[in-house]
């Protein structure tokens, strides 16, 4: 059987006229395309352009950049089935809203507001205000809209003069944990303090709040974990068989104790 041969027009090489070489194409010389494979695979690769994934995100509404982390913007789900680019969704897929939740959270109170000013069929947000405030101080409460003279027994929380719903919102909270909005924060940063001391896995001096990586590093190195051991072998941890960390294990805790021993003479 006699080897046909083919020239790559683009990179000029002469290669055998196959289709390990050569893409198909019926209109071709031999039935094959006029540029090799390799050829082809090079200039698709360059056109490939790496998109970085987003670290940070502008809010729509107040334009400022935060982290595009949940800590910064609440997550919606588009179902499955929604039209996007005229073409729809195979799965729900899971994306970070376009504002901030600061921005969201007044968004939210407005539109409740407008669909007050509905409810109550007014026109102005003054007049709505009012409203407010009488259905406010009929009920006896404290806040942005009520007499703060007013007795009443349905009163549970005694809120600041001239508080924003969301201020009330956040001084309950504080009542129902336990605390006392006045010493709020250092009474929880206390809690806090007290019960990571209590979780801690290794034992640390109680000076440290904050224990320092270098002490953490040690802690670990000296209770001979999995990963140190492993460390130790050259190994990684997945590769090393449980018999064999067991052994190495005794063997560093041997050469300690021999090493105490010395040290103390």
């Not at 801690?200 to 190195?221: C, F, G, H, M, W």
Request: net charge positive.
């Amino acid at each position: 059987m006699i080897m046909m041969y083919k020239v790559c027009t683009k990179c000029k090489n002469t290669l055998p006229a196959t289709k390990e070489n050569f893409n198909v194409q019926s209109r071709g010389k031999y039935g094959l395309r006029s540029i090799c494979k390799t050829c082809i695979r090079a200039y698709s690769k360059s056109r490939w352009v790496v998109v970085p994934k987003k670290t940070e995100k502008q809010c729509g509404r107040c334009k400022e950049i935060f982290p595009l982390t949940g800590e910064y913007f609440y997550t919606k789900t588009t179902k499955k089935g929604t039209i996007i680019g005229g073409k729809p969704l195979s799965a729900d897929c899971i994306s970070f809203r376009s504002t901030c939740k600061t921005c969201h959270t007044v968004q939210g109170y407005a539109r409740e507001r407008a669909k007050l000013l509905i409810k109550y069929n007014i026109s102005s947000y003054e007049e709505l205000d009012k409203i407010i405030y009488e259905m406010r101080t009929r009920a006896g409460m404290k806040g942005a809209y009520a007499n703060l003279n007013i007795p009443s027994k349905r009163r549970k929380y005694n809120y600041p003069e001239n508080a924003t719903p969301y201020e009330m919102q956040k001084i309950r909270k504080i009542y129902n944990k336990g605390y006392d909005p006045s010493n709020y924060q250092d009474e929880w940063r206390k809690d806090w303090l007290k019960k990571a001391k209590e979780n801690r896995k290794y034992t640390y001096s109680e000076e440290y709040d904050k224990v320092p990586q270098s002490l953490k590093n040690k802690a670990i190195s000296e209770a001979l974990t999995d990963g140190i051991v492993a460390n130790r072998l050259g190994f990684k941890l997945e590769d090393v068989p449980q018999e064999l960390l067991e052994l190495k294990r005794k063997q560093l805790k041997f050469y300690r104790h021999v090493k105490k021993r010395k040290e103390n003479r």
